[in-house]
């Protein structure tokens, strides 16, 4: 005769409530984004790139026995060796330093001028987005204006009467570089404040200075932080043309523009005048674009979620 299985007996409360609750938690939008940077292999090496050369330019011209205006017309243009690691320039100072020196003003003309930029473009861009009607007319009538006018020598023509100061460039580039950014303001205020929230936000009598910066700015950053990286590449790349026609930094102050005017001069018979100076150049540029199409994959909300 077989015997009954006994009934399970029901769990004690007092157990259950001691349990630990595993809760699946949630990830943010940002955290998912720089999970997925991480996995963009060039867009990290455009990071520690950038991060490297902005260590080595901030701290590099201290650390070296040599000025960056420091003459030795004797030695005048060597080539790298052990004591001078790059070589010379054709006044006998050190390239190496020169090199770390014009990449503070590079770096800085780039990031200042972008500054400027962005201020201007997501102010404008984003009250005429969101007031829209005949101010929204008029403004952005205002920027296809100055976007028919040229654009280099609007800039050059700054220059020229304001004076050859390092401070006026920052102004004179950020001045002409807002331009696209005030259009892709615009156009993402104008999709956002149509959104449910924003309504909440009206009918709760929120002022609209606060709707402005307070809901609408903060849910458009990705696409003006994507803008800003890809801006400095190009504000670098207007600075070292105008250094180049000689508009910009003056000696004997150097910068990356006004190393490779130098070094396209005697590229023949001291290449390297021209080789270090590019190279530099050249991976900042790539660095910061890689950062940037990076940033835009990963601020893209429609990607996959691994």
């Not at 020196?101 to 780039?110: P, T």
């Not at 002409?176 to 449910?196: G, Y």
Request: with cysteine.
């Amino acid at each position: 005769m077989s015997s009954a299985t006994p009934a399970p007996s029901p769990p004690d409360p007092r157990a259950l409530a001691l349990a630990p609750t595993e809760l699946e938690r949630g990830n943010s939008l940002w955290h998912d984004a720089w999970l997925r940077l991480r996995k963009n292999q060039l867009a990290v090496f455009g990071i520690w790139s950038l991060v490297l050369i902005t260590i080595a330019c901030a701290a590099g011209p201290w650390l070296s026995p040599y000025g960056y205006e420091q003459q030795n017309l004797d030695l005048g243009a060597a080539a790298p060796s052990t004591r001078h690691w790059l070589g010379t320039d054709t006044l006998g100072r050190d390239l190496l330093v020169r090199l770390l020196a014009g990449g503070r003003v590079s770096l800085g003309v780039g990031l200042a001028a972008t500054f400027v930029a962005l201020t201007i473009g997501v102010v404008y861009g984003a009250v005429a987005g969101f007031f829209g009607g005949k101010l929204d007319a008029f403004m952005m009538r205002t920027v296809d204006i100055m976007y028919s006018l040229p654009f280099m020598v609007f800039v050059i023509l700054l220059m020229v009467f304001l004076g050859k100061n390092i401070i006026l460039l920052f102004v004179a580039i950020g001045a002409v570089e807002w331009l696209t950014m005030a259009r892709i303001v615009r156009s993402q205020v104008m999709a956002v404040k149509k959104m449910e929230f924003i309504e909440a936000a009206r009918s709760l009598g929120f002022g609209r200075r606060r709707i402005i910066f307070r809901h609408i700015l903060p849910n458009i950053l990705g696409p003006i932080i994507v803008y800003t990286t890809l801006t400095i590449p190009a504000v670098m790349l207007l600075e070292a043309f105008l250094s180049f026609l000689g508009l910009g930094v003056q000696p004997p102050m150097s910068s990356w523009g006004v190393l490779i005017k130098d070094g396209q001069e005697k590229m023949e018979e001291f290449p390297w005048l021209l080789i270090f100076p590019g190279t530099i150049f050249s991976l900042t540029l790539f660095s910061l674009n890689f950062l940037g199409d990076g940033l835009r994959d990963a601020l893209d909300v429609r990607s996959s979620k691994d």
